[in-house]
């Protein structure tokens, strides 16, 4: 079951878009991926992503509606600092072919 707050904040978004006070409102598609996020991450973290979801123009609206439903401050989730591609470990460089394959025992061979 989707959570009753994130219905009601979805549901009065969609009237303010009807009447064009803001020109984007979530679909079953955002509630769906709240209810997954909230139960793996709890409903703080869900409320933040639904925020950070809304197009920039709407962002500040769809946070004040959030915030006052939930009845604390909610910012929109966003991404961390995020490492440069040539420092993760792991990953080839653009460019460089893979490494080769391992050889197979002959036990192991079918």
Do not use: Y
């Not at 009807?18 to 793996?40: C, M, T």
């Not at 709407?58 to 929109?76: F, L, Q």
């Amino acid at each position: 079951m989707i959570d009753l707050t994130a219905v009601r904040v979805a549901r009065n978004l969609a009237q303010r878009r009807e009447n064009d006070e803001i020109g984007w409102a979530p679909q079953l598609r955002e509630l769906l991926a709240f209810q997954k996020i909230s139960g793996v991450l709890g409903a703080d973290v869900a409320f933040a992503n639904f925020v950070g979801i809304a197009p920039p123009e709407d962002r500040e609206i769809v946070a004040k509606i959030v915030t006052n439903a939930v009845g604390n401050h909610i910012e929109p989730l966003a991404l961390g600092r995020q490492l440069p591609p040539s420092t993760s470990p792991g990953l080839p460089r653009k460019g460089t072919p893979p490494p080769p394959c391992p050889p197979t025992s002959p036990a192991r061979r079918r």
